[in-house]
């Protein structure tokens, strides 16, 4: 197969072109630095010439209230032009539980995109992973000090980026599912529970205090981010991934 990675430098996309050329693809990494910019549309035909597949795994440069008209303006340009090409698949990288935290503005502009993808002529499948692993850094810097870091009781199941990898590349060589696929990783934790491991894991001596407002997640209500019970289990575990990263 012919395929098109959008994002194709990023965490996962990167990976995702790896994979994908190890398994006999031809893959095409587009991203601003090859010269394809989605909010403009530049590059795009040329990127998607000829491409049976297009997996999109961009992000917004924002989390704010500017997020919905970035994804709506990507949005349409890729399926535009994946028309014009002849593409048969869309592929999209979303969050489980996006749809039901109206209350970000990110998840609203992630719930855009999988709407517009939805009423896009182009077969489609939509692969909702939890949070990475590899975000729990960024996660711990957000309410943090030289001695504490403040975090929610908020459950997560999060999963490692080469898991969230595995499942696109299984979804994007596959026939079209016009439809939504959950991943997540194989254990559900408190995020204060979570931030309390991953510091004692690495040594940090920082305290890490339960603070039912602090951060993004602060926002969450209940388990929406940990999935349903349809939900695909990745085989990393947490623990496992912290063991080789320290």
């Not at 077969?123 to 990475?132: C, D, E, H, K, L």
């Not at 599912?177 to 491991?197: C, I, M, Q, W, Y």
């Amino acid at each position: 197969m012919k395929i098109t990675v959008i994002g194709g430098t990023g965490l996962i996309g990167s990976q995702l072109v790896h994979t994908l050329r190890a398994a006999g693809h031809e893959v095409v990494a587009a991203s601003l630095s090859s010269g394809v910019d989605l909010l403009t549309g530049t590059g795009l035909d040329g990127a998607l010439a000829g491409a049976d597949t297009v997996v999109n795994v961009t992000n917004s440069p924002t989390f704010d209230e500017a997020s919905p008209d970035f994804f709506r303006t990507t949005t349409g340009n890729l399926l535009a032009a994946g028309e014009r090409a002849g593409v048969r698949h869309q592929v999209v990288l979303s969050i489980v539980g996006v749809d039901r935290v109206p209350q970000l503005d990110y998840y609203r502009a992630k719930t855009l995109q999988e709407d517009l993808l939805k009423q896009g002529a182009t077969p489609y499948s939509i692969v909702r992973a939890t949070q990475f692993f590899e975000f729990m850094d960024a996660v711990l810097s957000w309410v943090a000090d030289d001695r504490t870091v403040r975090l929610p009781s908020t459950p997560l199941r999060p999963m490692a980026a080469a898991d969230v990898v595995a499942a696109l590349a299984d979804v994007a060589t596959g026939a079209p599912l016009n439809a939504t696929v959950d991943v997540a990783g194989p254990e559900v934790f408190a995020l204060d529970e979570l931030g309390r491991l991953t510091l004692a894991t690495r040594k940090d001596p920082r305290t890490v205090v339960t603070d039912e407002r602090a951060g993004l997640f602060a926002a969450v209500e209940g388990e929406v981010l940990t999935g349903g019970p349809d939900v695909r289990p990745a085989p990393t575990s947490y623990r496992d991934w912290l063991a080789t990263t320290r």
